[in-house]
T-cell receptor, first 115, second 118 residues
Framework: AQKVTQAQTEISVVEKEDVTLDCVYE???????LFWYKQPPSGELVFLIR??????QNEISGRYSWNFQKSTSSFNFTITASQVVDSAVYFC????????????FGTGTRLQVFP | GAVVSQHPSRVICKSGTSVKIECRSL??????MFWYRQFPKKSLMLMAT?????????EQGVEKDKFLINHASLTLSTLTVTSAHPEDSSFYIC??????????????FGPGTRLTVL
């Protein structure tokens, strides 16, 4: 069975703080994909990153960085120097290589960044 | 990136009525679209896969007679909530992959439709 766990329900930080959102996944597939999506208050999901299970390199995109560790089945997301506009719900998701369209979402982490 | 729209964005209806929600891919064709349901402060749950030219595939536990899906064209899928009841109140989101892209399984999500059944 596939499962995504985001243990942090809500996180509050003050602007300019760094924050890490945790994501732990379970799958029996040898090949799979991991995603992070942002859902601002407007409700529309915004794609942030897609990672193939064969690629364990960490990725940095501006203030965003992702740490993929297969050994611990984790795909954590760090926002450096957080800003108020980062306030949103962030979802980690998993899909199998056998059915790449079907996304299994975690329960999400609500991030609030205060000025 | 590709754009997916939904209409309406918000709908309030009386119990017992049916509500139709449209999902459109605006700048690409989508033979497959997906319908999700999101309860307040909860995760997204995949309800069904909408297939152009064939029947939708429903996830376990989703009543296909309750949630009718029609993929009328390569750019339009509709979700009809039949005989809606208050427990059907939720945020419904559709998505579609743009197969033209290198990351062909990247999903583009619509802005969602908030359904409130009184």
């Amino acid at each position: 069975a596939q499962k995504v766990t985001q243990a942090q329900t809500e996180i509050s930080v003050v602007e300019k703080e760094d924050v890490t959102l945790d994501c732990v996944y379970e799958t029996r597939d040898t090949t799979y994909y991991l995603f992070w999506y942002k859902q601002p208050p407007s409700g529309e999901l915004v794609f942030l990153i897609r990672r193939n299970s064969f690629d364990e390199q960490n990725e940095i995109s501006g203030r965003y960085s992702w740490n993929f560790q297969k050994s611990t089945s984790s795909f954590n997301f760090t926002i450096t120097a957080s800003q108020v506009v980062d306030s949103a719900v962030y979802f980690c998701a998993l899909s199998s290589s056998y059915n790449t369209d079907k996304l299994i979402f975690g329960t999400g982490t609500r991030l609030q960044v205060f000025p | 990136g590709a754009v997916v729209s939904q209409h309406p964005s918000r709908v309030i209806c009386k119990s017992g009525t049916s509500v139709k929600i449209e999902c459109r891919s605006l700048d690409f064709q989508a033979t497959t679209m997906f319908w999700y349901r999101q309860f307040p402060k909860k995760s997204l749950m995949l309800m069904a896969t909408s297939n152009e030219g064939s029947k939708a595939t429903y996830e376990q536990g989703v009543e296909k007679d309750k949630f009718l899906i029609n993929h009328a064209s390569l750019t339009l899928s509709t979700l009809t909530v039949t005989s809606a009841h208050p427990e059907d109140s939720s945020f419904y989101i559709c998505s579609a992959p743009d197969r033209r892209l290198v990351n062909y399984n990247e999903q583009f999500f619509g802005p969602g439709t908030r359904l409130t059944v009184l």
